[in-house]
């Protein structure tokens, strides 16, 4: 989970120009405190931010922190919405769902509070959905990937179950069967399947097992880890005599570095391949040098691939930020701006926060902007209507870009 901020078109010519320039200065308590709106602010407007800002996953979550908290900046100094000031309210969800339950009820006892940014995790969303939706919240998620959190869990027929629910980043529907393609089209027709037996890590595993035995392939082994270990032995003794040409994992990083060293080790010398919870430097840092040749997949193209995306990053580095922006910089940027472009109307006329979150919702629903990502705008169900994939493989200890497409 490298930069994966993708970058299609440009943002707005006022957002850009204001981009390297616009970085306010941020009160100790990390909120954001706004730039120039010539004296015509007299109300303040909270968008939320829940993400895991401890633990394993922190990087990750103080990336969507700090990309929220830039565009505010920008959108302060810009008076993007007039009359208002906006700041940043965030809460760690340590990537626990008891715990963000209880971070996304202190968000929405707020009443300053317009929208949230996030979850990283989609056991997590899982559970902060139904608060926000009772609170009538806007909530856009710039990582869950799990198609179940915008079509319910029958997906042979689906019903969005949360009308406050959106999310910027493409889902597993879309990333496990592109990577199941992926494989097929360079060969490797057996391939053994493990997960983290998390809603992300099963839902992954899940859409690539029915696409690649769709295109023909053979699931050599099933099988899962406790993500509270660290030693996988038993479960590569499991998979490496269905003598597989590939590992497809569900997870994050934390456990797919080590279970990637575990299998080299013990001689099960293929790629292991996983989606975009893999992809981030410490899984090359945890797998070590045997990593060479591991697959990730990541919603999007690469941050730098575009002139929208290198001023992005050059923006969040100017910013002074102490953590990089990270997976999913980019998606969280927009996923703000999502919440911002609904408040130029939402809150055109509104006398206070509360009121004016029924249109907020509305009015998110019916974005439809250039972002750092590309066209930020989505379907019936909230998902956003981008499908673009890209796979990146270990190459001499760091990822590279392998192949960028759009799902079809």
Known sequence: ?????????????????????????????????????????TKTVKIGVIAPLSGDLS??????????????????????????????????????ADVGKNAATKLAADNDVIGVVGNLNSSVSQQTQPIF????????SPANTNPTL???ADLTNPKRPYDTYFRTCTTDAVQGPFAAQYLLGK???????????????????DAFTTEFKKGGGTITAAETINPDESNYQAVVSKVAPSAPKAVYY????????????QMKASGLNVPLMGGDGI????????????????????????????????????????????????????????????????LKTSLASASDVKSAREATIKAVGGVSFEGVTGKVSFDEFGDATSKVITVYKVDNGAWVTDKTDTFK
């Not at 569900?250 to 060293?261: D, H, K, N, R, V």
Request: aromatic fraction near 6%.
């Open 1 to 41: 989970m490298h930069q994966r901020s993708i970058v299609r078109i440009g943002v707005p010519l006022a957002v850009a120009a204001l981009a390297l320039s616009a970085c306010g200065s941020r009160g100790d308590s990390g909120t954001t405190t706004g730039g120039s709106t010539g004296g015509a602010a």
């Open 59 to 96: 990087a990750l979550g103080k990336g969507i922190q700090h990309s929220v908290e830039l565009a505010v900046k920008q959108a302060n100094a810009a008076g993007t919405v007039p009359g208002w000031k906006l700041e940043v309210e965030a809460v760690d969800d340590e990537a626990k």
């Open 133 to 140: 939706q009772s609170a009538r919240i806007v909530q856009v």
């Open 150 to 152: 915008t079509k319910g």
């Open 187 to 205: 060969g490797i027709k057996s391939v053994a399947t493990i997960h983290d037996k998390k809603a992300y890590g099963q839902g992954l595993v």
């Open 250 to 261: 569900g997870g994050e990083f934390p456990q797919a570095g080590p279970l990637s060293q």
């Open 279 to 342: 992809y981030d430097p410490k899984f090359i840092a945890l797998a070590g040098t045997t990593s060479n040749g591991d697959l990730a997949t990541s919603v999007g193209a690469p941050a730098d691939s575009s002139e929208a995306g290198k001023k992005f990053l050059a923006a969040y580095a100017a910013a002074g930020f102490p953590d990089p922006s990270a997976a999913y910089g980019g998606y969280s940027y927009d996923a703000a701006n999502a919440i911002i472009n609904g």
